[in-house]
């Protein structure tokens, strides 16, 4: 799914809101998912069981994201390949995807 997808959903249904209320929108999801992962995993004591409500959230952080972009007007699959493309070059030059030095 692409964000030129989400945006026609966003305009056919008038939700249009601008980048900064979409950016809010994406960190509250974000934060959702975290309550749901918590609460599936009991607070990280227990092995994270798979639910539908971190299905849910995890599809409402994408539509979220995605709803970002199109506000951005930022190629999705573009900004993914790119991010891609870094961590492949990175893990080649470090051993390691992550920037960190440890």
Request: with cysteine; charged share 30%; aromatic share 8%.
């Amino acid at each position: 799914m692409e964000s030129a997808y989400i945006e026609r959903l966003v305009n056919k249904y008038q939700v249009k809101c601008g980048f900064q209320m979409r950016y809010i929108d994406l960190v509250s999801e974000v934060g959702e998912l975290g309550k749901s992962i918590l609460n599936a995993s009991r607070y990280g004591r227990e092995a994270l069981q798979e639910t539908s409500e971190i299905q849910m959230e995890l599809g409402d952080c994408l539509f979220s994201l995605l709803a970002l972009c199109a506000e951005l007007r930022i190629d999705s699959e573009q900004a993914i390949m790119t991010a891609i493309e870094k961590y492949e070059k990175r893990y080649y030059n470090t051993g390691k995807i992550s920037s960190d030095s440890r």
